[in-house]
């Protein structure tokens, strides 16, 4: 699932670039992933989405956009307020693989996390910063989301 944060898209003032280019990513991958979904830059808005997916038992939902530093950048609060479990890694990866390119990487406040058996990982609002993250950690989401599957299952590994 892609869930494409952001107030001017939501209202319809703005067409939404970066989500259909997860969307596209991610079945590159060999994903199936759901129809691009928009919200606005809205805390319990955001929470609320991210627990249903959980509940409607997504595997991985990434989100596009609010990882700045604007008061309306609250995606990684939302995340934060519904994982279980922090996987720090797949930000860090994320970050170290951007400010290869940018240095303005440092400022991303992008999360990743576990709730219950589905991955959610924070993505910049760009197409580039999109592109340049999921390609990162495109190498470990399957594993990821396996171990996840195989736990919420009760095999462990």
């Known amino acids: 699932m892609v869930l494409t ?14 989500g259909p ?3 596209r990513i991610l079945q590159e991958a060999g994903f199936d ?3 691009v979904e928009i919200l606005a830059d809205e805390r319990d808005h ?10 409607e038992d997504y595997r991985l939902v990434v989100t596009s956009g609010g990882t700045g530093l604007s008061p309306r950048d609250v995606t990684p609060e939302a ?7 922090q996987v720090p890694g797949i930000a860090e990866l ?6 290869k390119i940018t240095p303005r990487a440092a400022l991303s406040r992008a999360t990743a996390g576990i709730r219950q058996s589905t991955l959610i990982i924070n993505l910049p ?15 470990i989401l399957a594993h990821a989301i396996e171990v996840l599957k195989q736990s919420s299952l009760g095999c462990g590994e």
């Open 94 to 99: 994320m970050r170290l693989e951007s400010f």
């Open 21 to 23: 280019e997860a969307k």
């Open 125 to 139: 609002g760009s197409v580039k910063g999109v592109r340049e993250c999921l390609v990162a950690v495109r190498p």
């Open 46 to 55: 955001i929470e609320s989405r991210l627990r249903r997916a959980s509940e």
């Open 79 to 85: 995340t934060l307020a519904v994982i279980d479990r």
């Open 33 to 35: 992933v759901a129809p």
């Open 5 to 18: 944060i952001s107030d001017t898209a939501s209202a319809g003032d703005r067409e939404d670039l970066s």
